[in-house]
């Protein structure tokens, strides 16, 4: 399922990747289990800050994601920065089709496991880097990447750790929107807007006095496709049939 991006998302996205040190510290751990000058996946990379960050150590990185919004920032920021080993493409993973084998292939919070394993196998990718929160994180109907992996007996590795991506806010009216836009969602959701604002801390000088800490506790999972079985053995293809 496609996440559905809005503006005032991606202008919450962006200032909160900008102003924090979350995608450096993800692509770190990402490219210290790669070799030198890796070609990477960065696959659903939404605005693309973990691309951007991937980017300063690797010989290549594939942007993709099937929704143009969020692609458009990462475009604008690879123009801007003259940056010429990003790749960024507008296309849906299961029609996906790159030159080479890939290093490696990174999915962040994509709670499809089918299409993790499948897409990281199909794509000759040397390891893959499943990315979500620890509670785990799955489609209706799907297994995640550690169970399926778990199910069919794939050895692989989880490292489980904590990053911040706090959130910066131009005003108390910002925060409120940002709270609106998102008050569906955990934690938002068991609170209300006194709570909310409650939350908030004083932020930087200047554009942004607000800011909302958000802690992140993740678990990424690390696997070799080519130690897989075949993507479409029986016991995968029964799981998709009910």
Not at 113 to 118: D, I, S, T
Not at 183 to 207: C, D
Not at 232 to 241: F, G, I, W
Request: with cysteine; hydrophobic share 40%.
């Amino acid at each position: 399922m496609m996440f559905l991006w809005n503006p005032d998302m991606v202008r919450f996205m962006k200032d909160a990747s900008e102003h924090t040190e979350y995608h450096a510290a993800l692509a770190e751990k990402i490219l210290k289990r790669l070799g030198p000058a890796p070609t990477v996946l960065d696959a659903g990379c939404g605005l693309g800050y973990l691309s951007l960050a991937l980017s300063k150590g690797a010989a290549l990185v594939a942007a993709v994601d099937k929704n143009p919004a969020p692609l458009a920032v990462l475009k604008e920021n690879v123009e801007k920065r003259g940056i010429k080993n990003i790749l960024p493409l507008c296309a849906d993973l299961e029609a996906l089709e790159l030159p080479g084998p890939l290093s490696a292939a990174v999915f962040c919070f994509c709670g499809d496991g089918r299409l993790v394993f499948e897409t990281a196998g199909r794509l000759k990718a040397a390891k893959a880097f499943a990315i979500g929160g620890v509670k785990g994180h799955r489609e209706p109907d799907r297994e995640s990447i550690g169970e399926l992996l778990k199910r069919l007996k794939v050895p692989h590795e989880e490292e489980v750790f904590e990053l911040s991506l706090d959130q910066p806010f131009r005003s108390e009216e910002d925060a409120l929107l940002f709270f609106r836009t998102y008050h569906e969602k955990e934690p938002y959701s068991q609170m209300v807007s006194e709570e909310f604002l409650s939350r908030l801390k004083s932020g930087r000088e200047g554009e942004f006095p607000f800011l909302l800490p958000i802690g992140k506790r993740l678990c990424m999972t690390v696997f070799n496709p080519a130690d897989a079985p075949d993507l479409m053995e029986p016991k995968l293809r029964k799981t998709e049939e009910e």
